[in-house]
């Protein structure tokens, strides 16, 4: 008994410097947004930079003043938000076609869909990008949406769930003359709500914060998201660590917002997936 309580302690003692050691940056960029500008590097490094002294809604005034933030949080929110409500639709139908639909290649195509989870995205950034630059699409929303509704993660996700679903349910439904896709929104959505949870916020994380392939594609201000935004401060001079972070709090906040909302499905979501696959 004795050695089960130290066992537990020690875990909880671990599990507290994991989230202290993950907390802790957030921590300093808050505090560092509410300090003067002049305060921020010379704190830097000691226990001072986690302590908001001399705090003021200064540094988030000024993020306000040198850049249009509302406009790109509308990109990032409208931009992000098409990506994961379309990528729902479209991975869970492709998901569901592998799990319970029977068809000639099926396991074939999967295999090559599981095959893309390995290949990193600096590996098509060029030819996507050529492709873009052909047909005209650059500084638009569609080139920074269209190529990532797609996604292999999220079809192996939603697959992992959906195969151990009870084909019971499946065959109740088509006895009373239902569909395929009448089977699916009416009988497999509402029964598979962690799993739409875990993609919807992983995806949301994903593309949220999102850098490389905005940049690539966009030079007016007008449809860059946050991630790119941010950028424009090491180049507006004079170079403000305050303002910078506080445009990094207000970044992040919308994020820490729909994680904290979702997280129950997230955790139910993950395990789920993660026992059935």
């Known amino acids: 008994m004795k050695a089960s309580r130290l066992g537990r302690l020690g875990s909880y003692l ?6 202290l050691l993950f907390l802790a940056p957030l921590a300093m960029m808050l505090a560092g947004s509410l300090k003067p500008n002049e305060r921020v590097l ?21 993020v306000f003043e040198r850049t249009d933030f509302l406009r790109f949080l509308f990109n990032s929110v409208f931009i992000t938000g098409t990506i994961v409500a379309a990528g729902l639709i479209v991975n869970a139908l492709a998901a569901y076609a592998f799990a319970r639909l029977q068809w000639r290649g099926r396991d074939l195509l999967f295999n090559l869909v599981l095959a893309l989870m390995i290949l990193p995205f600096e590996a098509i950034a060029v030819p996507l990008f050529y ?10 929303y569609i080139v920074q949406i269209l190529p990532f509704i797609a996604n292999a993660f999220s079809i192996y996700l939603f697959y992992s769930f959906f195969i151990g679903l009870p084909r019971e ?12 896709l009448r089977i699916f929104f009416a009988v497999i959505v509402p029964n598979s709500k962690p ?3 875990s993609v919807a916020i992983l995806s949301f994380l994903t593309w949220w914060g999102s850098y490389l392939w905005p940049l690539l594609v966009t030079i007016v201000p007008e449809v860059r998201p946050l ?5 424009s401060f090491y180049t507006l001079p004079p170079l403000q ?5 506080a445009f990094g709090t207000l970044m992040v906040m919308p994020v820490l917002a729909v994680f904290l909302m979702f997280q129950r499905w997230f955790v139910r979501g993950v395990a789920s997936s993660a026992i059935k696959g």
Do not use: K
């Open 131 to 140: 492709g873009a630059s052909i047909l005209g699409l650059r500084d638009t």
């Open 227 to 231: 991630p790119v935004a941010i950028a």
């Open 14 to 19: 671990a599990l507290t410097g994991l989230a």
């Open 42 to 62: 010379v704190e830097a490094g000691t226990l001072a930079a986690f302590l908001p002294v001399g705090a003021s809604l200064d540094n988030y005034a000024a």
């Open 195 to 197: 799993a739409f949870a």
């Open 169 to 180: 349910l499946e065959e109740a439904a088509s006895l009373d003359g239902a569909s395929t």
């Open 241 to 245: 660590w305050g303002d910078i972070l």
